[in-house]
Structure formats: structure tokens, C-alpha cells
């Protein structure tokens, strides 16, 4: 069975971009979860999807989004990028909210 | 915050076993326990859960005692690939509940 996707997994973008990164979770998970990761602030909860609503939200400003589409696919987005948003992205995926979550091996974002 | 408190770090030799302490004395009842890993550069990777039986998988043991404020994580013989930040987390299994990660112990397995 295949694992949890995301792509690309390397980007640099500059400051004032904005920035796309995709998730395919493993097959019949419908619960999409995505982190921030940098060496500061340890693992930070973003967003949770499930069948295409956002059922949960972290402490992050409006600049993140994510949406989920009607194959269980992921995406969020950055918008203005600032310096401090450098970080691992990761998603994670699990059958339903009693179940455990599974992880990509993230996407790493740097801002120039 | 995290509702769990682990040592920062912890050596282990080669083919001896690793205990990983956690302690979550504030854990309600309906909290699972779960243990995730990391690997330098790769994303985490779930090990095990309980609520409060002891469980046993093929990767690791998870002891968690009777009044379920603690736990420990075992793997019975440590190999060099289980290098690794172990982080251990209570959580609700329910609707919009997510997982908050705390800093974790950094589990260096020497040869």
C-alpha cells in the first residue's frame, strides 16, 4: 500500500510569492491533516480535512489555507511568503479520527 | 501545549533495549496514548497506542501503568536505525481533535 505523498518535495520561492504544495494520502483515508515544522517551534498543527471541510484549524494567520477534493487530495497554500515561513511541511492522513495518523516525508520550503 | 513531559535525551547501546519514559499525569480518560518517531529528514512514523492495556506491535511494547499517568515506550533490541526523536502524545480519539507534538526524546543508539 502506498504511503502518504506530497510534491514537491523541495522549493525555494522569494518573499511576496505564494506558494501551492499537494497531498495524496494513502488510499481510503479521508482525514488529511497538515504540520509546519521548523527547529524553533517544533511540530505545529495547521488544518484538518475530512470529505472536503475543514474540520480543525491551528493558530496560523489567513496567509494559510488548504482545501481537500472529492479523492481525498490535499492542497495548501501560502500566500505573501515571508522569511519565517521556511519550514518542513507535512501532511498525514488516517482512516477516520480514531485511528492513527500517517506521515509524508514533507515538503521543505525555503524563502529567499 | 503538549500534555506530556519526556527527558530531552537518552543513549542506548546496540542490541540492548530501550525504555523511553513519558509522563501525562493530567490524562483523562478517553485520552489515547500514541508513540510517533522521526528520523532525521523524513516525517514521522507511527510506532503504537493504547488507551490503558498494555500493547505490543512488531516495532515496539508500550507500558502504560495502572493510573495511566505514565508510560514508557520499549523496543526490545535497539538496532542503529532506531536513532531517532520519539515523541509521545495524548489525544482525544474524536472529531477535530488533532495531534500537538511536544519536543520529545532524542534516543541515540551507540554501537
Known amino acids: ?112 | 501545549d503538549a500534555k506530556t513531559t519526556q527527558p530531552p535525551s537518552m543513549d542506548c547501546a546496540e542490541g540492548r533495549a530501550a525504555n523511553l519514559p513519558c509522563n501525562h499525569s493530567t490524562i483523562s480518560g478517553n485520552e489515547y496514548v500514541y508513540w510517533y518517531r522521526q528520523i532525521h529528514s523524513q516525517g514521522p512514523q507511527y510506532i503504537i497506542h493504547g488507551l490503558k492495556n498494555n500493547e505490543t506491535n512488531e516495532m515496539a511494547s508500550l507500558i502504560i501503568t495502572e493510573d495511566r499517568k505514565s508510560s514508557t515506550l520499549i523496543l526490545p533490541h535497539a538496532t542503529l536505525r532506531d536513532t531517532a526523536v520519539y515523541y509521545c502524545i495524548v489525544r482525544v480519539a474524536d472529531y477535530g481533535q488533532n495531534f500537538v507534538f511536544g519536543p520529545g526524546t532524542r534516543l541515540s543508539v551507540l554501537p
Not at chain 1, 488544518?47 to 492542497?75: D, V
Not at chain 1, 479520527?97 to 509524508?104: A, T
Open chain 1, 1 to 112: 500500500k502506498a504511503g502518504v505523498t506530497q510534491t514537491p518535495r523541495y522549493l525555494i520561492k522569494t518573499r511576496g510569492q505564494q506558494v501551492t504544495l499537494s497531498c495524496s494520502p494513502i488510499s481510503g483515508h479521508r482525514s488529511v491533516s497538515w504540520y509546519q515544522q521548523t527547529p524553533g517551534q517544533g511540530l505545529q498543527f495547521l488544518f484538518e480535512y475530512f470529505s472536503e471541510t475543514q474540520r480543525n484549524k491551528g493558530n496560523f494567520p489567513g496567509r494559510f489555507s488548504g482545501r481537500q477534493f472529492s479523492n481525498s487530495r490535499s492542497e495548501m497554500n501560502v500566500s505573501t511568503l515571508e522569511l519565517g515561513d521556511s519550514a518542513l511541511y507535512l501532511c498525514a492522513s488516517s482512516f477516520n479520527s480514531n485511528q492513527p495518523q500517517h506521515f509524508g516525508d514533507g515538503t521543505r520550503l525555503s524563502i529567499l
